[in-house]
């Protein structure tokens, strides 16, 4: 009789399970080497985002960290101004994003100030632009007569606190808004001026300090309410443009071109409200 040796017992069921799935890899293995080709660059283009979503994306990443108060002080600075360049971007390459991008602009705009005169890093001061070098701007010219107005009060309603020795608002802010609002008539080529070039003066008047934003209800120094009817106004104005798109393509180069100079104009705005002491938090800033 033959003696088994003590070493060849039977496979263990543990050692059967390991052996058939060892199997099963080899043979899975083994079938993919035989699947069909992969297309070159094929999944690659199908998850690129476009520039829409890239900026979007990368604006809320660096809004993130610019609002994380356990980040270390630096880095939320650092994120806050990509975060400011990022929504501008949002602005120009999603249309339908246009007013978040543009005050979320300015909201990272006033956070970056904050956070530089916390490390001691000294920052120009807030100076609204003008479209003195903008030839054109692809916008119906009904929209840009919107904007000629919102621009046109401004420019008289800080006139006025100019004339009342605000120790904030300045002549020469007068003359930029009225100049932009000279420019933009001027773009949109409408022989109907609608601008007032004068206003109702009597609330501004009996409110020269502080006054009561009619859009939200929340009380804040008269030259920021100014500023920020202003930037909303305009916002409102390119959102309802005959001729706003959609995303797009390349074809719609000179439209994103113009969104992206309207929405630094009116981020301006937004900015310099929010530095004269607008509030700052989202429920004040979007509906």
């Known amino acids: 009789m033959q ?4 070493f060849h017992r039977s496979a ?3 050692t059967r399970r390991a052996c058939a799935i060892a199997t099963i ?9 035989c699947s069909t080709p992969r297309v070159a660059g094929r999944a ?19 809004s993130d960290r610019m609002n994380d108060t356990s980040t270390h002080i630096v880095e939320r600075y650092l994120s806050a101004r990509q975060a400011s360049y990022d929504w501008i971007e949002t602005a120009t390459q999603c249309s339908a994003r246009f007013g978040e991008g543009t005050m979320r602009g300015a909201q990272a705009r006033h956070i970056v100030r904050t ?3 916390r490390l001691g890093i ?3 001061p807030v100076t609204p632009s003008r479209l003195d070098d903008v030839s054109s701007l692809d916008l119906d010219d009904d929209s840009l007569s919107t904007m000629a107005e919102a621009e046109d009060a401004a420019g008289f309603a800080t006139e006025i606190l100019a004339a009342r020795s605000d120790d904030n608002v300045s002549l020469d802010l007068s003359d930029r808004h009225k100049t932009t609002s000279q420019r933009l008539i001027s773009l949109a080529g409408n022989d109907d001026d609608h601008r007032d070039k004068v206003y109702d003066a009597a609330t501004l008047l009996a409110n020269p300090d502080t006054m009561v934003d009619g859009a939200t209800g929340l009380k ?29 393509t390349s074809s719609n180069a000179s439209r994103k071109a113009s969104l992206g100079t309207l929405a630094a104009l009116i981020a301006d705005r937004a900015e310099l409200a929010l530095y004269w002491g607008y509030p700052a938090f989202d429920e004040a800033l979007f509906d």
């Open 220 to 248: 804040a120094p008269t030259g920021a309410v100014i500023e920020m009817n202003c930037a909303r106004s305009e916002i409102s104005a390119v959102a309802a443009s005959s001729n706003a798109t959609g995303e797009g």
């Open 122 to 124: 000294a920052v120009d």
């Open 12 to 14: 263990s069921p543990l």
């Open 25 to 33: 890899l080899a043979l899975a293995m083994g079938a993919s080497a």
């Open 44 to 62: 690659e283009s199908e998850r690129r985002l476009s520039a829409c979503e890239s900026a979007y994306l990368s604006a809320s990443s660096n």
């Open 3 to 6: 003696t088994r040796h003590p």
């Open 115 to 117: 956070l530089a005169t």
